[in-house]
């Protein structure tokens, strides 16, 4: 008989993310964004990103639908985000997907946002190893997790005690005047710049902990800029971008290295939207390659929000037996992992 067909559904942040998933096959991957509507505001405005949500769902179920060929009632499970994420966000998803589940009849799932980043890497690259550690790094989240099992057992290392790692990227951005979401901007910029030209603070880097922090740096990027300019300088954005970036990489990937040794673990896996750095994908590749961890990032399309990620990781309940939450999910904007 055929794997189940999983329906997966991302609402957490600002895409509205629609995956279909036979196995670990990919059938569809199905974003529509409501980016273009927070970019003016300098950040994800909430409200905004709901009612985007709510317009989107169903026209994005039917979009991934005709892209994998398939009709709904051929569904066999729906899973969705249930947090963390923005409470709005998290609502309207969850309720579409109680809808679909129980218009269908076949079991739900509610999952947790930051096991489906992890999870969403054997579309691309097979079976997780087991154990992996895994560092997600967005716009939302920075968080180191030790990876015994993803369908059931999902141990949390460290976090941001402040700022995640997007959004210092987002932030620093704004400082040398590039666009919103920063991130691509200073990667870019900092292709033509020197990563040593400015020494800024690496937050937590010494202190024994897999925490990160990263607010500290931001206000030396701005405080760098601003005394300069006062000074009527003029500022190499690609040498600040790229010292910034710099400290960032440094401390993301001295962490994630730390812990897959103190854990003995042998593999290591990026995800989430800064997995899409470039210098952050050099460093930690040669920073394994010295350790002998392999390492895995998915591709950028799947590294950032996605409904594919969450029905991977509902395809992965199905076949361990998980009993289904059907419609007992909240909407957890603090859901643990
Ligand atoms: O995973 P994602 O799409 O959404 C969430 O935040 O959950 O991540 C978006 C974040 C933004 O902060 C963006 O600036 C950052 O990922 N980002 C990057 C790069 N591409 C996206 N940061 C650094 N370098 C990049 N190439
Ligand atoms: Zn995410």
């Known amino acids: 008989a055929d794997e189940p067909l999983v329906l997966g559904i991302e609402t957490s942040c600002d895409e509205t993310g629609i995956g279909l998933v036979r196995g670990h096959t990919l059938l569809a991957n199905t974003i529509a964004s409501s980016m273009d509507e927070h970019a003016r505001f300098g950040g994800v405005v909430p409200e905004v990103a709901s009612r985007a949500h709510l317009e989107a769902m169903t026209p994005t179920v039917e979009a991934a639908l005709a892209a994998a060929g398939v009709r709904l009632s051929d ?42 980043h992890v999870a969403v890497d054997q579309l691309e690259h097979g079976p997780l190893p087991k154990p992996c550690v895994a560092l997600l790094v967005s716009g939302g989240h920075s968080s180191l997790l030790l990876v015994p099992d993803v369908a059931q057992d999902v141990i949390s290392l460290g976090s941001t005690v402040d700022d995640a790692a997007g959004e210092a990227f987002d932030k620093v951005a704004r400082v040398l005047g590039l666009p919103f979401p920063g991130g691509p901007h200073i990667d870019r910029a900092a292709r033509e710049g020197s990563g040593t030209a400015v020494t800024f603070p690496r937050g937590k880097i010494d202190d024994g902990t897999l925490d990160f922090s990263f607010s500290g740096l931001k206000t030396a990027v701005a405080r760098w800029v601003e005394a300069r300019q006062a000074a009527g300088e003029t500022i190499h954005v690609p040498d600040v971008a790229a010292s910034f970036q710099e400290a960032v990489v440094d401390v993301l990937t001295r962490k994630a290295l730390a812990a897959c040794k103190k854990y003995d673990v042998h593999d290591l896996l990026i995800g989430g939207g800064v997995a899409a750095n470039s210098r952050l994908r050099a460093l930690a590749q040669e920073r394994c390659d010295a350790a002998g961890v392999r390492l895995r990032v998915p591709r950028p399309g799947l590294c950032t929000d996605n409904g594919a990620m969450v029905a991977a990781l509902g395809s992965n309940l199905v076949a361990a037996g998980i009993t289904p939450s059907m419609l007992d999910i909240p909407a957890d904007s603090s859901l643990p992992i």
Not at 82 to 90: M, Q, S, V, Y
Not at 98 to 111: D, F, I, Q
């Open 75 to 116: 569904v066999d499970a729906v899973a969705v985000t249930a947090g963390p994420g923005l409470a709005g966000a998290l609502l309207v998803g969850v309720a579409a997907a109680k809808s679909y589940a129980l218009g269908l009849g076949v079991p739900l799932y509610g999952v947790n946002h930051l096991a489906a």
